[in-house]
C-alpha cells in the first residue's frame, strides 16, 4: 500500500429494478438474507472509503441486509473460514468501523 490505494470486492446481495428477483442463498453457507434493499449495502461500501478502513485490502465482502461475510485473502494458506456477522436492521458506518477491525482479526 505504498501508495494508498485499496482493492477489494464488495459481494452485494440487493434485489433492485435492474435485478429483480426473489430472495435465496448466496452459498451453502450463509443464511437466506433478512432484507435484500440495496440501502443495506451502502454503510459498508461507505465504510471502505473511510480513513478507518484504510489498511483493508485485498478481501472479498458479502454484504446484504445485515449480513456481512468476510472472506479471507484468495491463497493464503492454511485457508482459514469466512466470519459471518448479522444484524436485524441496518449498519452505520460508526457500528462497522468498530465490527469490522475485529471481523478482520478473526480472518
Known amino acids: 500500500m505504498e501508495y494508498g490505494i485499496t482493492v ?27 432484507n435484500t434493499e ?14 478507518e478502513a484504510q489498511g483493508i485490502t485485498g478481501r472479498y465482502i458479502y ?18 473460514s469466512p466470519v459471518f456477522i448479522r444484524k436485524v436492521g441496518k449498519w452505520t ?3 462497522l468501523s468498530q465490527v469490522v477491525p475485529q471481523l478482520m482479526g478473526a480472518v
Do not use: H
Open 8 to 34: 477489494n470486492a464488495i459481494l452485494p446481495s440487493a434485489v433492485t429494478e435492474l435485478f429483480p428477483g426473489v430472495k435465496k442463498q448466496m452459498s451453502d453457507n450463509l443464511p437466506v438474507a433478512l
Open 38 to 51: 440495496p440501502d443495506y449495502v451502502a454503510p459498508v461500501v461507505a465504510y471502505l472509503a473511510t480513513n
Open 63 to 80: 454484504a446484504s441486509g445485515g449480513d456481512i461475510c468476510i472472506y479471507p485473502r484468495p491463497l493464503q494458506f492454511p485457508y482459514e
Open 93 to 95: 458506518v460508526d457500528e
